[in-house]
């Protein structure tokens, strides 16, 4: 009896043991197709857990160690046949606890400026002026005028992007409804200067490409994008639309996480999600993407790492770096301009215009990102400090209204965005959000004064208030100036005068059958 029922409880055993291995078994198999399955969320996981743990790396290897040595110092009292004090083991509790809090507010603060140091390692500070850029019309000028060239469409506006490539404003529409893409594209002109209003609207295919950012379940663009590449994630605002051949594509710059105690982002390709089939494409050569395709929001990143351009005790007390100019014209839409660059070859940079951190408010430099980089690692940022310097954007708007009150601003017309355009030169568009009719450019201040001169929208030289000494601006007003003294000492026709004594007879009674014939022409035409 006793061997029947010892076989029975190990048999009994075995079978529990089999069972619980199966549970597990099963459990895990689930829990791991569960994981592949949901790659977009766990992707978000992985994203947010991998900069929590370089926020808490620090303090949770001390206290791994604490652990540790307080293990071993049991281990060793016990072989040595001494009883273990609770009282010891509390106290080294505290004190890890203790010195565990001050390394995590230490951590906190200078893992954040070393965090800035790495988006600053592949920037330079030079004196050079900025390259040539070519001005384009407001970023708010092109949002306002994308909603009266819609139509009938009934989505709402998702997104405007500046396409310079095309030197076009790109508009993207929702459509309307939870499981719902996206609408139509919108590529139109804006110009600064000229009549030009041409558009081309692509349709999405709402049946075959359903999907859009922040969708609803499989219409989560964002879900198919990280099912067909894990652990790269995506700003919306960087996402934008263009139009090819009438088909829409929609541009999702990627990013990626790299770093254990620092986490940086850096670039990772781009996602092209065609709005006619719905096919999505993950491309790493980024140079035939039809448009910006570094992602604006790692720009941004990189031109607030400035603040670190100098030591910890400068990061510290914010004696270093530079701000994105917020006042002003440039309120809201402060940062990042979107500009091409005037010699032709196609580059294009994200240009912001700096002010030394504190209460200065004077522009002071310009950075500038490509928009366009090779290769997973940051684009090479650059910061030109400007001589002369500028006043600041709130400062240029109220000496606009001043020196040129004839012209602005009444009605609807307004100063929109002090842009950078090139060496120490800087562009304000005025008009209304429906039409540009001037820009006033400025090259800094000299001799205390700030340069600035009023031209027409295309760029045609009206007057300026002052004209920076050696400027194009100068030699163009004194050119004419001399033009219009030489006409004023040329001898004039007396006939051009209207002097008829000159005339002879002949000449006279000429004249007089042309105002006769002239007269009876207008009355018998009434």
């Known amino acids: 009896m006793e061997n029947r029922s010892g076989t029975w409880m190990r048999r009994r055993a075995g079978a529990l043991m089999g069972g619980r291995v199966l549970r597990w078994g099963l459990g ?14 766990t992707t978000i996981l992985v994203w947010e857990l991998r900069k929590i743990f370089a926020w808490l790396a620090l ?38 606890a203790v010195v565990g809090l001050g390394l995590a507010a230490v951590w906190l603060v200078y893992g954040a400026y070393l965090q800035d140091r790495a988006y600053m390692a592949d920037a330079t500070v030079v004196s050079d002026p900025v390259p040539a850029l070519t001005a384009r019309a407001p970023y708010v000028v092109g949002k306002a005028q994308a909603a009266p060239h819609l139509g009938d469409v009934t989505g709402e506006i998702a997104d405007i992007t500046y396409l310079p490539d095309s030197d076009r404003f790109a508009t993207l529409v929702e459509r309307r409804g939870w499981l719902a893409g996206y609408e139509v594209g919108l590529v139109q002109d804006v110009p600064l ?23 609803w379940f499989s219409h989560n663009l964002g879900r198919k994008i990280s099912a067909k590449k894990r652990w790269v994630r995506f700003e919306a605002d960087d996402a934008y639309v263009t139009c090819s051949a009438g088909t829409p594509v929609v541009v999702v710059p990627l990013k990626r996480q790299t770093g254990l105690f620092v986490v940086t982002e850096r670039p990772a390709g781009a996602a092209l999600y065609d ?4 096919k999505l494409t993950i491309t790493d050569d980024t140079s035939a993407v039809p448009g910006p395709s570094y992602p604006i929001s790692l720009a941004a990143r990189q031109r607030e790492g400035t603040a670190a351009v100098g030591g910890f005790s400068d990061w510290w007390f914010e004696r270093s770096g530079w701000d994105a100019s917020e006042d002003g014209a440039n309120e809201g839409n402060e940062s990042e301009f979107t500009l091409r660059y005037r010699d032709g070859d196609g580059g294009s940079a994200y240009v912001t215009p700096l002010t030394p951190q504190g209460e200065a408010s004077s522009v002071v430099a310009v950075s500038t990102v490509p928009t366009r980089h090779r290769g997973g690692g940051l684009a090479p940022m650059t910061i030109h400090r400007l001589d002369p310097t500028w006043s600041s954007p709130k400062a240029l708007v109220a000496l606009i209204k001043a020196e040129y009150r004839d012209v602005c601003c009444y009605n609807d017309d307004e100063v929109f965005e002090v842009t950078p355009t090139g060496g120490s030169t800087w562009t304000a568009t005025v008009g209304s959000e429906q039409n540009i009719r001037y820009r006033v450019e400025g090259r800094g201040l000299f001799a205390g004064r700030e340069a600035t001169c009023l031209k027409a929208a295309d760029g045609a030289l009206i007057r300026c208030a002052y004209a920076a000494p050696g400027s194009p601006e100068e030699q163009e007003l004194r050119r004419r100036e001399q033009q219009k003294q030489q006409e004023a000492a040329r001898p004039k026709n007396p006939r051009e005068a209207g002097d008829l004594t000159q005339y002879t007879n002949e000449e006279l009674a000429e004249l007089q059958k042309q105002v006769s014939d002239e007269m009876v022409r207008r009355l018998k035409s009434g």
């Open 275 to 278: 709005g006619r089939t719905g």
């Open 59 to 96: 303090p949770l290897l001390f206290l791994a160690g604490v652990v540790g040595v307080s293990l071993l110092v049991r281990w060793r009292r016990r072989r040595a046949g001494h009883t273990v004090g609770m009282e010891h083991a509390g106290a080294l509790g505290c004190l890890g």
């Open 28 to 41: 895990i198999a689930v829990a791991g197709f569960l994981f592949w399955y949901g790659s977009y969320y």
């Open 193 to 215: 200067g000229g009549s030009s209003r041409s558009q081309e609207r692509c349709a999405f295919d709402v049946s075959a490409a359903d999907a859009r950012i922040s969708g």
